[in-house]
């Protein structure tokens, strides 16, 4: 079966630009969730959804950063304008459903680098 | 709110030696406790879980016991090997299935 999947696996940038980072969970979850990981801060949860519904965001940092998911399949985190302290490694996962004995699959990462 | 505390690492251990990483939680209901790992450059893993109070989970060699009581979890091998080398990361259920995680601990096994 296939995992969750993100992409880019890398990706490098200037201050500034607009950055995209895309999820997709495996097939049949209902649950979404973005999370951030800094050596400084560790795991941060950003967003989840539930059957594409944004249900808490809490998380995001700022205004500059906005997630989606227009369908089952598909999920995007953006970052307008990005900043070198945006530099982190972002992960998703998915669970089944909302019950909180479902474990969460994660993907493997988007390393993000703004200079 | 929600919080959970485990030991920080680095742990650093002998190959064959017995691990114990210690985790607790706060008590708010009865969550669902449990235990992740991360190798590097990869994403976060599922190790074992526990439901209820004194349920155990195992995988792989590791084993964690729902401790009530103690409001812990600590997570055991009795045996360790250099691929066990990781990052662990200990976590209890909240509401809409979010996790609460500790900070991580890193294990290093040497040969």
Same mark, same amino acid.
């Given at each position: 079966d296939a995992g969750v999947i993100q992409s880019p696996r890398h990706e490098v940038t200037e201050m500034g630009q607009e950055v995209t980072l895309r999820c997709k969970p495996i097939s049949g979850h209902n649950s979404l969730f973005w999370y951030r990981q800094t050596m400084m801060r560790g795991l941060e949860l950003l967003i989840y959804f539930n059957n594409n519904v $944004?249900?808490?965001?809490?998380?995001? $940092?700022?205004?500059r950063f906005s997630a989606k998911m227009p369908n089952a399949s598909f999920s995007t985190l953006k970052i307008q304008p990005s900043e070198p302290r945006d530099s982190a490694v972002y992960f998703c996962a998915s669970s089944l459903d909302s019950n909180s004995n479902q474990p969460q699959h994660f993907g493997d990462g988007t390393r993000l680098s703004i200079l | 709110g929600d919080s959970v505390t485990q030991m920080e690492g680095p742990v650093t251990l002998s190959e064959e030696a017995f691990l114990t990483i210690n985790c607790t939680y706060t008590a708010t209901g009865y969550p669902s406790l449990f235990w992740y790992v991360q190798y590097p450059g990869e994403g976060l893993q599922l190790l074992l879980k526990a439901t209820k109070a004194d349920d155990k989970g195992s995988n792989k060699g590791f084993e964690a016991t729902y401790r009530k009581e103690t409001t812990s979890f600590h997570l055991e091998k009795g045996s360790v090997q250099v691929s066990d080398s990781a990052v662990y990361f200990c976590a209890r259920g909240a509401a809409g299935n979010k996790l609460t995680f500790g900070g991580g601990t890193r294990v290093l096994v040497k040969p």
């Amino acid at each position: 079966d296939a995992g969750v999947i993100q992409s880019p696996r890398h990706e490098v940038t200037e201050m500034g630009q607009e950055v995209t980072l895309r999820c997709k969970p495996i097939s049949g979850h209902n649950s979404l969730f973005w999370y951030r990981q800094t050596m400084m801060r560790g795991l941060e949860l950003l967003i989840y959804f539930n059957n594409n519904v $944004p249900i808490d965001d809490s998380g995001m $940092p700022e205004d500059r950063f906005s997630a989606k998911m227009p369908n089952a399949s598909f999920s995007t985190l953006k970052i307008q304008p990005s900043e070198p302290r945006d530099s982190a490694v972002y992960f998703c996962a998915s669970s089944l459903d909302s019950n909180s004995n479902q474990p969460q699959h994660f993907g493997d990462g988007t390393r993000l680098s703004i200079l | 709110g929600d919080s959970v505390t485990q030991m920080e690492g680095p742990v650093t251990l002998s190959e064959e030696a017995f691990l114990t990483i210690n985790c607790t939680y706060t008590a708010t209901g009865y969550p669902s406790l449990f235990w992740y790992v991360q190798y590097p450059g990869e994403g976060l893993q599922l190790l074992l879980k526990a439901t209820k109070a004194d349920d155990k989970g195992s995988n792989k060699g590791f084993e964690a016991t729902y401790r009530k009581e103690t409001t812990s979890f600590h997570l055991e091998k009795g045996s360790v090997q250099v691929s066990d080398s990781a990052v662990y990361f200990c976590a209890r259920g909240a509401a809409g299935n979010k996790l609460t995680f500790g900070g991580g601990t890193r294990v290093l096994v040497k040969p």
